[in-house]
């Protein structure tokens, strides 16, 4: 596997993280980096990353394959498509850009150009979302009725150009496009028929600082993901039901918890006293009609991106991250301001 050339365009957070991260991989070679700010610039030549003077020269250069898109989010389109133009592949930061008919324009432009054009998903290799995937997939739960995916923290939304809508800020295009493509990678298997979200304001009245977004499946598994950035406590990081048990996260970095009913009747149940009087119905299972183990955190190599994307570009391999699954996440999203714009699910068209 031959590696290729890249040039990250934007030195910012995300910039920073991927020329460490391609210094790291070994998989392909950081040329350099173009920021439109000097001072970025000059940071990555102290650091010894070669700064271009201009995007016409990132472009100009025949050494470079592909180059990593990460501005700001409205620029994310119109540098990725006069990239293509001239020859190079591009990988476009999340979200890969703001609206649908956007990224069809992108998506043309990669065919016409005969380009790769593909956005870093880098969150499909979560190891959290793996295990998940895998207690989907291979029915260990039964027939799955809820999913719950999210994350929570307390530090607000981030204050630079994230906060602002121009620039396409806000939870849902920050996080959401993440849990929103996890979500339709293990329900990969059933069609969207409707899309509910609430949407936070309680720091910020531009753009969304937090949200909850329900996709119903047609075969009425509910997916429920969720962002916060105002809560001290966190709620699991994943949940899963089905007809035969339940699969829990609580954190990230955990093991997965599976507990699975082995039987249903139970004669001597134990009955729960409350303030208000007893119940059995609440009253928790035993060992006696229930089965629990944890599932081991699987390996797994984010790099596998790039290697991918080498191959994809050298007609080995196709994309990981298609043009379908852009568009289906871009959708998702849309119809989630919709929803949320008009108080009242949506009915959603899944093609």
């Known amino acids: 596997m031959a590696k ?22 070994g998989v392909v070679n950081l040329l350099g980096i173009y920021d439109i700010k000097p ?4 940071l990555a030549e102290e650091k010894g990353i070669h700064a271009y003077s201009s995007f016409e020269e990132v472009l100009s250069d025949e ?12 620029l994310h389109k119109p540098l990725a498509i006069e990239a293509m133009s001239r020859g ?22 990669s065919h ?30 039964g027939e799955v009725f809820t999913i719950e995916s999210r994350y929570h923290g307390s530090r607000g939304i981030p204050g630079d ?12 295009l920050d996080w959401g496009v993440h849990l929103i493509d996890q979500m339709l990678g293990i329900v ?19 753009v969304d600082d937090g949200f909850k977004l329900d996709i119903f499946f047609e075969r009425g598994l509910v997916g429920h993901i969720e962002v916060c950035t105002r809560n001290f406590i966190s709620l699991p990081r994943f949940l899963m039901a089905g007809m035969d048990g339940t699969a829990i996260i609580n954190d990230w970095k955990d093991k997965t918890r599976v507990v699975l009913c082995k039987t249903w009747e139970e004669h001597d149940v134990k009955p729960v006293v409350t303030a208000a009087g007893l119940t059995k119905t609440m009253a928790p299972r035993d ?37 379908k699954q852009l568009m289906r996440v871009m959708r998702v999203m849309e119809a989630a301001f919709e929803s949320d714009r008009v108080g009242a699910p949506i009915e959603f068209t899944d093609n």
């Not at 001072?39 to 000059?42: K, N």
């Not at 081991?296 to 994309?319: C, M, T, W």
């Open 39 to 42: 001072e970025r610039c000059a």
């Open 63 to 74: 050494r470079v394959d592909f180059v990593v898109i990460a501005t700001p989010n409205e």
């Open 287 to 323: 060992e006696k009609t229930t089965v629990t183990y944890d599932i081991e955190r699987p390996a797994s190599d984010v790099h596998d991106f790039y290697r991918n994307l080498v191959k994809a570009i050298d007609g080995e391999e196709e994309q990981i991250v298609t043009h």
């Open 4 to 25: 290729k050339n890249v040039v990250v365009i934007g030195y910012g957070g995300m910039g920073g993280w991927h020329t460490r991260f391609i210094l790291d991989n």
């Open 112 to 141: 016409k150009y005969g380009r790769i054009f593909t956005t870093h998903q880098n969150r499909r290799w979560d190891v959290d979302y793996l295990m998940m995937k895998d207690v989907y997939q291979t029915r260990q739960l």
């Open 161 to 172: 150009w994230r906060g602002h809508k121009e620039h396409g800020g806000g939870m849902i």
């Open 88 to 109: 190079k592949h591009v990988v476009s930061e999340k979200p890969v850009t703001l609206s649908s008919a956007d990224l069809q324009e992108m998506i043309d432009a």
């Open 188 to 206: 990969n298997d059933q069609k969207i028929t409707k899309i509910y979200c609430r949407c936070d304001h309680l720091t910020n009245d531009e």
